[in-house]
Protein backbone atom coordinates (compact mmCIF):
# COMPACT_ATOMS: atom_id res chain seq x y z
CA UNK A 1 0.00 0.00 0.00
CA UNK A 2 1.07 4.05 0.14
CA UNK A 3 3.31 4.39 2.66
CA UNK A 4 5.56 7.62 2.82
CA UNK A 5 7.25 8.79 6.15
CA UNK A 6 10.01 10.64 8.04
CA UNK A 7 13.05 9.56 9.36
CA UNK A 8 12.88 12.03 12.24
CA UNK A 9 10.16 14.03 13.89
CA UNK A 10 12.32 16.77 15.03
CA UNK A 11 15.36 18.64 13.66
CA UNK A 12 17.23 21.67 15.19
CA UNK A 13 19.47 23.71 13.11
CA UNK A 14 21.20 26.76 13.23
CA UNK A 15 20.68 29.95 11.57
CA UNK A 16 23.05 29.61 8.62
CA UNK A 17 23.49 26.11 8.63
CA UNK A 18 22.06 23.63 5.96
CA UNK A 19 19.01 21.56 6.76
CA UNK A 20 18.22 17.84 5.44
CA UNK A 21 14.71 16.81 5.66
CA UNK A 22 14.57 12.91 4.53
CA UNK A 23 11.95 10.76 4.13
CA UNK A 24 11.32 7.26 2.56
CA UNK A 25 8.34 5.89 0.59
CA UNK A 26 7.16 2.31 0.13
CA UNK A 27 5.78 2.45 -3.41
CA UNK A 28 8.15 1.57 -6.08
CA UNK A 29 5.25 2.74 -8.49
CA UNK A 30 5.48 6.47 -7.03
CA UNK A 31 6.28 8.55 -10.07
CA UNK A 32 5.53 11.92 -8.29
CA UNK A 33 7.07 13.60 -5.07
CA UNK A 34 6.03 17.12 -3.26
CA UNK A 35 7.54 18.93 -0.40
CA UNK A 36 4.88 20.83 1.77
CA UNK A 37 6.07 23.37 4.45
CA UNK A 38 3.08 24.05 7.27
CA UNK A 39 3.72 26.62 9.23
CA UNK A 40 1.89 27.31 12.80
CA UNK A 41 -2.06 27.80 12.41
CA UNK A 42 -1.33 27.68 8.22
CA UNK A 43 -2.43 24.66 5.66
CA UNK A 44 0.76 23.21 3.84
CA UNK A 45 2.20 25.39 1.34
CA UNK A 46 4.07 23.50 -1.70
CA UNK A 47 7.76 24.43 -1.62
CA UNK A 48 9.11 21.96 -4.38
CA UNK A 49 8.16 18.71 -6.42
CA UNK A 50 9.97 16.19 -8.68
CA UNK A 51 8.89 13.28 -10.28
CA UNK A 52 10.51 9.94 -11.27
CA UNK A 53 12.64 10.94 -14.27
CA UNK A 54 14.63 13.33 -12.42
CA UNK A 55 16.77 12.34 -9.72
CA UNK A 56 17.70 16.31 -8.73
CA UNK A 57 15.68 19.45 -8.41
CA UNK A 58 16.92 22.78 -7.59
CA UNK A 59 14.83 25.71 -6.34
CA UNK A 60 14.99 29.01 -4.23
CA UNK A 61 17.21 27.84 -1.28
CA UNK A 62 15.71 24.16 -1.93
CA UNK A 63 16.73 21.21 -3.40
CA UNK A 64 15.45 17.71 -3.39
CA UNK A 65 17.15 14.68 -4.07
CA UNK A 66 15.31 11.57 -4.90
CA UNK A 67 16.63 7.86 -5.05
CA UNK A 68 14.60 5.34 -6.55
CA UNK A 69 17.04 2.72 -5.69
CA UNK A 70 16.79 2.98 -2.39
CA UNK A 71 12.97 4.76 -2.49
CA UNK A 72 14.72 7.81 -0.26
CA UNK A 73 13.60 11.75 -0.61
CA UNK A 74 15.74 14.65 1.00
CA UNK A 75 14.93 18.44 1.13
CA UNK A 76 17.89 20.32 1.11
CA UNK A 77 17.21 23.88 2.73
CA UNK A 78 20.43 26.07 2.24
CA UNK A 79 21.68 28.99 5.07
CA UNK A 80 18.56 28.15 6.84
CA UNK A 81 16.69 31.08 8.20
CA UNK A 82 14.37 31.69 11.51
CA UNK A 83 11.53 31.79 8.90
CA UNK A 84 12.29 28.23 7.70
CA UNK A 85 10.69 27.12 11.14
CA UNK A 86 7.87 24.84 10.46
CA UNK A 87 6.97 21.42 9.33
CA UNK A 88 7.64 19.71 6.50
CA UNK A 89 5.98 17.03 4.81
CA UNK A 90 6.82 14.56 2.09
CA UNK A 91 4.23 14.02 0.25
CA UNK A 92 3.10 11.34 -2.74
CA UNK A 93 0.65 13.15 -5.58
CA UNK A 94 -1.15 10.55 -6.81
CA UNK A 95 -4.29 11.16 -9.65
CA UNK A 96 -6.59 12.18 -6.97
CA UNK A 97 -4.78 12.53 -3.77
CA UNK A 98 -1.83 13.73 -2.13
CA UNK A 99 -0.47 11.06 0.15
CA UNK A 100 1.52 12.93 3.31
CA UNK A 101 4.05 11.74 5.90
CA UNK A 102 4.16 12.32 9.52
CA UNK A 103 6.08 15.18 9.00
CA UNK A 104 9.76 16.33 10.47
CA UNK A 105 9.45 19.72 12.72
CA UNK A 106 11.95 21.79 12.01
CA UNK A 107 13.63 24.25 14.61
CA UNK A 108 15.92 26.92 13.66
CA UNK A 109 18.64 28.30 16.27
CA UNK A 110 19.43 31.42 16.32
CA UNK B 1 -2.35 33.71 0.78
CA UNK B 2 -3.32 31.23 -1.70
CA UNK B 3 -7.18 32.72 -1.92
CA UNK B 4 -8.21 29.46 -0.28
CA UNK B 5 -10.92 30.66 2.36
CA UNK B 6 -12.04 28.33 5.20
CA UNK B 7 -14.86 29.21 7.71
CA UNK B 8 -15.25 29.11 10.43
CA UNK B 9 -11.36 28.78 11.72
CA UNK B 10 -12.89 27.20 14.97
CA UNK B 11 -15.63 25.31 15.97
CA UNK B 12 -16.41 23.41 19.01
CA UNK B 13 -19.50 20.46 18.94
CA UNK B 14 -20.77 17.87 21.27
CA UNK B 15 -21.07 14.47 20.06
CA UNK B 16 -23.64 13.66 18.02
CA UNK B 17 -24.44 16.76 16.51
CA UNK B 18 -23.46 17.68 12.97
CA UNK B 19 -20.64 20.27 11.61
CA UNK B 20 -20.76 21.94 7.96
CA UNK B 21 -17.25 23.12 7.17
CA UNK B 22 -17.48 25.60 3.61
CA UNK B 23 -14.76 26.58 1.38
CA UNK B 24 -13.89 28.83 -1.20
CA UNK B 25 -11.79 27.89 -3.55
CA UNK B 26 -8.85 29.89 -5.76
CA UNK B 27 -10.06 32.37 -8.76
CA UNK B 28 -9.92 30.03 -11.40
CA UNK B 29 -9.57 27.17 -9.67
CA UNK B 30 -12.35 24.20 -10.21
CA UNK B 31 -11.74 20.89 -8.07
CA UNK B 32 -11.78 21.22 -4.40
CA UNK B 33 -10.05 18.34 -1.95
CA UNK B 34 -10.89 18.00 1.91
CA UNK B 35 -7.94 16.62 4.10
CA UNK B 36 -8.26 16.02 8.10
CA UNK B 37 -5.45 16.68 9.40
CA UNK B 38 -5.21 15.17 13.32
CA UNK B 39 -2.57 16.84 16.03
CA UNK B 40 0.95 15.85 14.92
CA UNK B 41 -0.21 13.83 12.16
CA UNK B 42 0.05 14.70 8.21
CA UNK B 43 -3.32 15.29 6.19
CA UNK B 44 -5.25 12.68 5.59
CA UNK B 45 -7.24 12.69 1.89
CA UNK B 46 -11.15 12.50 2.29
CA UNK B 47 -12.41 13.13 -0.87
CA UNK B 48 -12.30 15.70 -4.05
CA UNK B 49 -15.04 17.16 -5.82
CA UNK B 50 -14.79 17.80 -9.60
CA UNK B 51 -17.21 19.70 -11.41
CA UNK B 52 -20.00 19.15 -8.52
CA UNK B 53 -19.40 15.87 -8.40
CA UNK B 54 -17.71 13.45 -5.89
CA UNK B 55 -14.25 12.07 -7.55
CA UNK B 56 -12.42 10.13 -5.25
CA UNK B 57 -12.80 9.56 -1.54
CA UNK B 58 -10.22 8.62 0.91
CA UNK B 59 -11.18 6.05 3.90
CA UNK B 60 -13.81 7.93 5.60
CA UNK B 61 -17.13 6.94 6.19
CA UNK B 62 -20.43 8.04 4.65
CA UNK B 63 -21.01 10.16 7.74
CA UNK B 64 -18.33 12.33 6.04
CA UNK B 65 -20.19 13.98 2.85
CA UNK B 66 -19.55 17.47 0.75
CA UNK B 67 -20.82 19.32 -2.11
CA UNK B 68 -19.30 21.73 -4.87
CA UNK B 69 -21.38 24.18 -5.97
CA UNK B 70 -21.76 25.77 -9.78
CA UNK B 71 -19.07 28.50 -8.48
CA UNK B 72 -16.77 25.85 -7.26
CA UNK B 73 -17.02 26.07 -3.72
CA UNK B 74 -17.30 23.42 -1.68
CA UNK B 75 -19.47 22.34 1.84
CA UNK B 76 -17.80 19.44 4.47
CA UNK B 77 -20.57 17.79 6.57
CA UNK B 78 -19.95 15.68 9.15
CA UNK B 79 -23.05 13.85 10.86
CA UNK B 80 -23.36 12.21 14.09
CA UNK B 81 -19.51 13.59 15.48
CA UNK B 82 -17.42 11.46 17.59
CA UNK B 83 -14.79 12.16 19.47
CA UNK B 84 -11.98 11.44 16.95
CA UNK B 85 -13.42 13.64 14.57
CA UNK B 86 -11.63 16.36 16.26
CA UNK B 87 -8.84 18.02 13.98
CA UNK B 88 -8.26 20.66 11.34
CA UNK B 89 -10.12 20.07 8.03
CA UNK B 90 -8.12 21.40 5.08
CA UNK B 91 -9.90 22.37 1.90
CA UNK B 92 -7.43 22.70 -1.36
CA UNK B 93 -8.17 23.84 -4.41
CA UNK B 94 -7.08 23.04 -8.02
CA UNK B 95 -7.20 23.83 -11.70
CA UNK B 96 -8.69 20.52 -12.93
CA UNK B 97 -8.52 16.63 -10.83
CA UNK B 98 -5.78 14.78 -12.46
CA UNK B 99 -1.90 14.45 -11.21
CA UNK B 100 -0.69 17.51 -12.34
CA UNK B 101 -2.98 20.35 -10.69
CA UNK B 102 -1.14 22.09 -7.81
CA UNK B 103 -3.09 21.63 -4.81
CA UNK B 104 -3.79 25.76 -2.60
CA UNK B 105 -4.72 24.67 0.86
CA UNK B 106 -6.56 27.27 2.89
CA UNK B 107 -5.75 27.56 6.24
CA UNK B 108 -7.91 25.44 7.72
CA UNK B 109 -11.19 25.18 9.95
CA UNK B 110 -9.93 23.48 13.49
CA UNK B 111 -13.30 21.22 15.03
CA UNK B 112 -13.02 20.42 18.69
CA UNK B 113 -15.45 17.93 19.67
CA UNK B 114 -16.29 17.77 23.44
Known amino acids: GESVGLHLPTLSVQEGDNSIINCAYS??????FIWYKQESGKGPQFIIDIRSNMDKRQGQRVTVLLNKTVKHLSLQIAATQPGDSAVYFCAERGYQKVTFGTGTKLQVIP | ETGVTQSPTHLIKTRGQQVTLRCSSQSGHNTVSWYQQALGQGPQFIFQYYREEENGRGNFPPRFSGLQFPNYSSELNVNALELDDSALYLC?????????????FGEGSRLTVL
Open chain 1, 27 to 32: NSASDY
Open chain 2, 92 to 104: ASSQGAGISGELF
